[in-house]
């Protein structure tokens, strides 16, 4: 009977081992998810901006730049509003001046006015709290003007 009782146990132990180092392995090999909060990316932000630009800008300006910048990669296809979505692996490629301008037409089609300079400036220190996150990865090397 104590027989029985400890290949059970054994017989459990192997499976419940091979269960974690399978869940385990999948879960090393996938890039670490950077979650984007906006409350405290608007803190984040907003604490780190040159004193003449929080003279005009408030907190709730602060916010919809930097939604209406998530907004702008959610459209581009580089982020997701829940942590379960898949935005997948492809390379996709995108210039600073097209997300500038799209996130300034967002914000007049929103009505508010906030000017393009600080918009600028509140990108600028986004940026920081990127790299703070652990958002970015490694630089890539730039191809050159030969690269396809």
């Known amino acids: 009977m104590w027989f029985w009782v400890i290949l059970l146990a054994v017989g459990t132990f192997v499976i419940a081992a091979a269960a974690v180092g399978s869940v385990t392995g999948t879960l090393a090999q996938r890039p670490r998810r950077s979650v984007y909060d906006l409350a405290e990316a608007t803190h984040f932000v907003a604490d780190r901006l040159p004193d ?15 939604g209406a910048h998530c907004d702008y990669l959610t459209a581009r296809g580089l982020a997701s509003g829940r942590a379960s979505d898949d935005i997948g692996e492809d390379l996709v490629l995108i210039s600073e001046d097209d997300s500038t301008a799209w996130i300034i037409g967002s914000l007049e089609e929103a009505g508010l ?14 940026q920081d709290y990127y790299h703070a996150i652990g958002m970015f990865g490694p630089e ?9």
Do not use: H, K, N, Q
């Open 52 to 66: 003449e630009v929080t003279a005009r800008l408030s907190y709730d300006d602060v916010e919809a730049v930097l």
């Open 113 to 126: 006015e906030i000017p393009d300079e600080d918009v600028v400036v509140v990108l600028e220190v986004e």
């Open 140 to 148: 890539v090397a730039d191809a050159g003007p030969g690269f396809v």
